[in-house]
Each structure stands twice: as structure tokens, then as C-alpha cells.
């Protein structure tokens, strides 16, 4: 497959019903104490991972944010390794190191979630100027929020893409809150128009339907190929749950990610079964998540925790470990 | 051996890096058409291309953030932040991402990556333009600092940090650029974490870097003619520093001395200090005795910031205390 082929409807929906039960496993887990620190969630935002990864390669590149347990996942992140990591496990991606909010994986060119807002964009825009070095053909993506947008290195990560026309996708996942506040109280301009003042240009599209986002993706993805430089794709979505889980959500009224219409999952599964997918191949989706999230937690209860010596060794390639 | 300036063997150290391995990149602010602010990146672009070596714009946060990047995705990129000072606006992309990257995502990527700062100096740049900042970031594990004090070490730790698979901070005291000095045809490989005993002695150890190895050997210098023999010991790396061999000079020598531009509170000096009073208490037979800059920002006029700067005088004078 080339990043440039359409991914099948019905692959897209396996792969939110991954994020979807994976997340919501995790929700359970964090509440049962067996995950520790904090954890954000995109449930509800879904597609834009599933959309956006979807268009591209193995070789493409994918910065992330603190909400990144779906574009980690739809980038390809073995699931064991994920829930591994995330309940603090030696065998996890990351030995244990980063939790939640450091998932990354180099095989798959997954540069890492990031817990400092707006961090990754210039990770990414470094990445791509790596792919336009070597010649490589290979796209450098980043998701980030609309909270990002506020952060000072947004502007000088957009100007550098720009005047380079460096091979970078912008994902601005457009969830309407900055934590715990209103976009509308945060940003004086609109995500399209912040990037399209540097030249670059900018899509905005409905974030939860994947179709679409898939769609757009594409073919940003195809054109900074062709024709280089940096595209924009503002996808707007909702948050269903909280800034992080336990948040009390006093500021907002609350989502009900079931009952809603946008849910991004039930959306693609009105439309495949309207276009005569059979409901047991609907339904597999779901099972199959549930199959393979029930499977990897085991897998991860059953992993040891991690040594504190081999971490101390890790700080430096090549030095021995320090008082 | 050859006669070159400072300047000139870090432009020397990058050419023959850039030469030997294609995956190494240079950006920054007016590092390539301008040849960077002191000149050491003078010839490069023509020498490399416009693809290698670029111009930035003023963006210290997306300089050092895609120095990041790109380190993650197969370059080996060297940056210039034109003042040390300026590293203020780069401290997440150094701090949080570059010094943790290879920790926190399990050894599954090297951040081979260099961040050059001209610091400290003397030239009346005022107090945003002359800082020595360079023990914030030898206080972050992750990162590496070296700081080269003479002519054969500007090349030499220049090419040990871009070969190094950790990120690596190169400081440069900006009153040593134009200082000459002998490059050797065939450089020694220097190690990082390796100090140089700059001048042997028997009475007193000075442990130094960067601008004040001069000034520490003119301390000794003086100190020789009133029959006080001190050995100077030129760190050359902060991050890791040589324990070993400034324990072994204490040994030697049972007096300790540091000095260093940068503020002496909280500095390189108070480490190097704490670590001998535990490991090298036994040694010591006086107290251990710091120089450095006074707790005030850099003064901009000519004779405030001579004051502010410590001379051979202070530093003997140290000499002399620790040995009374």
C-alpha cells in the first residue's frame, strides 16, 4: 500500500474501536489504581487519528501531544507494548520511563507523545527538514490541539515550514477546549487563518467524520509530496471526556460520547450499514478490539517492573551511570 | 601545526565534520550567507550548500526544537544560538525534549545533536549578552557541556560533540575567538569528560575552563615567583566533569581553588566543590576556595564589568588564602 491509496472504510473503524476500547480499558484501569499518574483521552476524537494515519507511510514520521494514545495506536504502536508502557512495566515501549504521555515508537517513525503543549511542532518541523535533507520523499506530521495554537512556538514552527517548505501536515485537532477553558476565550484568530498568515494552506474539515478526514489527509499528504511545503488540516472534533480523567468538568456541561451524534464511531457504522456492510462485519470491529485490548492488558499485568539500574544506565548512550 | 585562531579551528572542526559525514547539518541565526555573528561558520555554505547549511530565522525555540527533530529522523545537526543568553527562549526543546529523549522513550532513539553558545566574554555587551549560563544546563541529566579553553581544544571537542550520540552543548567564551593558538596536522581524539592539566604544581590545585585557563595559568605565573607552585586544571568538560583527575591533583597538592567567569553561586565551582569535600576530605588541609562573578547581572560599562570579571589577582589571592 502507498500512502496515497485510500484506506478501507471498515479498517478505519477497526482502527477507532481500537483507540476507543483501549482508551476507555484504560479509564477503567486508572480508576482501579492499576495505571498511575494521569492520563488524557481522546475518546471522541477518534477519527482524526484513524483519518490522518492512514494516509501515511511507514516511513512518514508523527509528532504527538499529551492526548496521544490514538494517533500513537493508529500509527501502528503494538498494543502490548502500549498498555505495557502506560501501567509502568519494564517491557514497556519505553521501559517504563514515559507513561502515558511519552508513547513513542521508532520502528513505526512515532516520534513520541509530548507533555509540554505546542512541543511537538517544531519536533516535527525538524523531522521534515531531516526528510528534505535525505531526499526521502517522507512526510513529517503533528497533532496538536487548538490550546497549542496560543503557544509561541506554533508561530515560529509555521514561519520555518513555510519559508523552507519543509514536508510538514499541521493537524490542529480542534476540540474547542484549552484544558479547562473555552477556545473562544483563548485564540483571536481562527486555525486556519493563523496558518494561512504564514502561507501555508489550510483545510478545515468535520474532524469526526473519518471518511472526510481520511480524504482531506490524503490529499495534503499527496500535494506537500508533489509539491512540497507545508499543508494545514484543522479538524474539529469533540472532546467527550474530561482534561484529564478524574476532572470534575465543573466548566462544561457533560458529553455523552453514546447518545451523541457526532461520535465519529457510531457515525461510520450508520453509514457502512446504510451502504450494506453486514452488521456482523460492523460488529466484528468492536469484538476484535475488545479481543485484542483484553489480551495486552493481561500481557501487561503480568509484566515486571522495571529496574531502576538499567534506567540510570539509560540517561546517556554511552556513559556509565552517575550519583 | 599550523597558527590559527580560535575561531578558525571550530570553523576548521565543522568543515571536517560536514566533509566526513553528510548527515551533519548546520542552522542558525546568520550562520551561513552572513557567516555567523564572530565569523566561525565564515565559508561553509559556499564550501556545503544552501541544503546543509541555512539561515534561520530569529526563533531560538524552533531552532533548537527542530535541532531535535532532526536528530530523531537521521541528521546530526550542529545550531548556533548567536548568545548564550538567547538560550532562554530554547530552553523546553534543550530541557524537556532533547536532554530526556533517549530516557524517557526507552533507549529507542540517540539524539546526536550539538547546540554551540558563545558565552561570557568581556566585550561591554551588556547584561543580556554576557552571560555564562552554562551550569543550568549541566544541572539537567541528558545533557552534555564542554567549554574549550584553547585552540587544539575548539576543534578537538567540536568534533567529539558532533560525533557524540548524546546532545551536546558546545560553549565558546566569545574573548577566546580571536585568540591564536597551534592546530596540530593529526588532532588526538579528546574524550568527553576528560580534563587537561594545563600546568603542573605542587602547592595548590586551580581547577578552571573555558576563558579562565589563561587567566588561571597568569594566577600561577605570579604565584611562581613568590615560590607558591600551583597546578592548573583545565575541566574542558562540565558535563561529565573529570572527577578523577581533579581528586588526583587534590591528592597531590592538598589545596583547592575554582574559578570560572560565570556567578559564583550555585555555579560549576559549588559542585566541584561539594563533590571534593566528600570524596577528597581527607586530602584537604584548607578550606576550599571559590572564584567567580559577583551575585549581579553582567555590567555593561568598561569599568564595572572589569571589575565584575575575575583577574589573576583574585585568583592568586585565592592561592594565598587557601594556603594560609
Not at chain 1, 513520541?112 to 518541523?125: D, K, M
Not at chain 1, 450499514?273 to 495486552?296: H, L, M, T
Not at chain 2, 568581556?122 to 552571560?131: C, K, R
Amino acid at each position: 500500500m502507498t500512502a496515497a491509496d485510500s484506506v478501507a472504510p471498515l479498517d478505519l473503524l477497526r482502527t477507532m474501536r481500537l483507540i476507543r476500547e483501549a482508551e476507555l480499558r484504560l479509564a477503567q484501569l486508572f480508576a482501579d489504581g492499576e495505571v498511575p499518574g494521569f492520563i488524557h483521552l481522546s475518546v471522541g476524537q477518534e477519527g482524526v487519528a484513524a483519518g490522518v494515519c492512514a494516509a501515511l507511510g511507514p516511513a512518514d514520521t508523527l509528532a504527538s501531544n499529551h492526548r496521544g494514545h490514538g494517533h500513537a495506536l493508529a500509527k501502528g504502536l503494538d498494543l502490548e507494548r502500549f498498555f505495557l508502557e502506560i501501567m509502568g512495566k519494564a517491557e514497556g515501549m519505553c521501559k517504563g520511563r514515559g507513561g502515558s504521555m511519552h508513547v513513542a515508537d521508532a520502528a513505526v517513525g512515532m516520534l513520541g507523545a509530548n507533555g509540554i503543549v505546542g512541543a511537538g511542532l517544531p519536533i516535527a518541523v525538524g523531522s521534515a527538514l531531516a526528510h528534505q535533507v535525505k531526499k526521502s520523499g517522507a512526510v513529517a506530521a503533528v497533532f496538536f490541539g487548538d490550546g497549542a495554537l496560543a503557544e509561541g512556538v506554533m508561530h515560529e514552527s509555521f514561519n520555518l515550514a513555510s519559508i523552507w517548505r519543509l514536508p510538514v501536515l499541521f493537524v490542529c485537532e480542534n476540540n474547542g477546549w484549552s484544558e479547562f477553558s473555552p477556545t473562544a476565550r483563548q485564540l483571536a484568530a481562527t486555525p486556519t487563518a493563523l496558518a494561512e498568515s504564514h502561507k501555508i494552506i489550510a483545510r478545515s474539515i468535520d474532524g469526526n467524520d473519518v471518511i472526510a478526514v481520511h480524504d482531506a489527509a490524503r490529499a495534503l499528504v499527496s500535494e506537500i509530496r508533489s509539491a512540497g511545503g507545508p499543508r494545514f488540516l484543522e479538524c474539529r472534533t469533540t472532546r467527550v471526556r474530561g482534561h484529564f480523567e478524574g476532572d470534575p468538568q465543573k466548566y462544561r456541561d457533560a458529553v455523552d460520547a453514546a447518545r451523541s451524534e457526532d461520535d465519529p464511531i457510531g457515525r461510520l457504522e450508520r453509514r457502512l450499514a446504510a451502504d450494506g456492510v453486514p452488521a456482523a462485519d460492523i460488529k466484528s470491529a468492536e469484538r476484535d478490539a475488545i479481543a485484542r485490548v483484553d489480551a495486552a492488558v493481561a500481557r501487561a499485568r503480568a509484566g515486571a517492573a522495571p529496574t531502576f539500574d538499567a534506567a540510570l544506565r539509560d540517561v546517556y548512550a554511552n556513559t556509565e551511570a552517575r550519583p | 601545526m599550523s597558527e590559527v585562531r580560535f575561531g578558525q579551528a571550530i570553523n576548521r572542526a565543522l568543515a571536517d565534520a560536514m566533509a566526513a559525514d553528510e548527515s551533519v547539518v548546520l542552522f542558525g541565526e546568520d550562520v551561513a550567507a552572513p557567516g555567523g555573528p564572530f565569523g566561525v561558520t565564515r565559508g561553509l555554505l559556499d564550501r556545503f550548500g544552501a541544503e546543509r547549511v541555512r539561515d534561520t530565522p530569529i526563533s531560538e525555540a524552533a531552532i533548537v526544537g527542530a535541532a531535535v527533530g532532526a536528530a530523531m529522523s537521521g541528521l546530526k545537526p550542529v545550531v548556533e544560538i548567536m548568545f548564550m543568553d538567547f538560550v532562554t527562549l530554547s530552553m523546553d526543546a534543550l530541557v524537556n525534549q532533547a536532554a530526556k529523549a533517549r530516557f524517557m522513550f526507552g533507549g529507542q532513539y540517540a539524539l546526536p545533536m550539538v547546540v554551540r553558545l558563545p558565552h561570557g566574554g568581556g566585550i561591554n555587551a551588556g547584561p543580556q549578552h554576557s552571560q555564562c549560563l552554562e551550569a543550568w544546563l549541566a544541572h539537567v541529566p541528558g545533557l552534555k557541556v564542554v567549554c574549550p579553553a584553547t585552540v587544539a581544544d575548539a576543534y578537538a571537542l567540536t568534533r567529539a560533540a558532533i560525533a557524540d550520540p548524546d546532545p551536546v552543548i558546545v560553549v565558546e567564551n566569545k574573548s577566546l575567538y580571536a585568540v591564536k593558538g597551534e592546530l596540530p596536522e593529526s588532532m588526538p581524539n579528546v574524550t568527553i569528560g576528560k580534563a587537561d592539566i594545563a600546568r603542573p604544581g605542587r602547592d595548590a590545585t586551580i581547577v578552571t575552563y573555558g576563558a579562565m585557563r589563561d587567566v588561571s595559568l597568569a594566577a600561577a605565573s605570579a604565584l611562581a615567583k613568590d615560590g607558591i607552585e600551583a597546578e592548573v586544571v583545565d575541566l574542558r568538560s562540565l558535563q561529565p566533569w573529570d572527577e578523577t583527575a581533579v581528586l588526583a591533583s587534590l591528592a597531590r597538592t592538598h589545596r583547592l581553588v575554582i574559578a570560572h567567569e560565570a556567578v559564583e553561586a550555585f555555579g560549576i565551582g559549588a559542585e566541584i566543590a561539594a563533590r571534593m569535600a566528600d570524596i577528597g576530605f581527607d586530602e584537604l588541609d584548607g578550606p576550599i576556595v571559590r572564584v567567580g562573578a559577583p551575585f549581579m547581572p553582567v555590567p555593561f560599562a568598561k569599568e564595572l564589568e572589569a571589575r565584575y570579571r575575575p583577574d589573576a589577582t583574585r585568583i592568586a589571592d585565592a592561592v594565598r588564602r587557601t594556603l594560609a
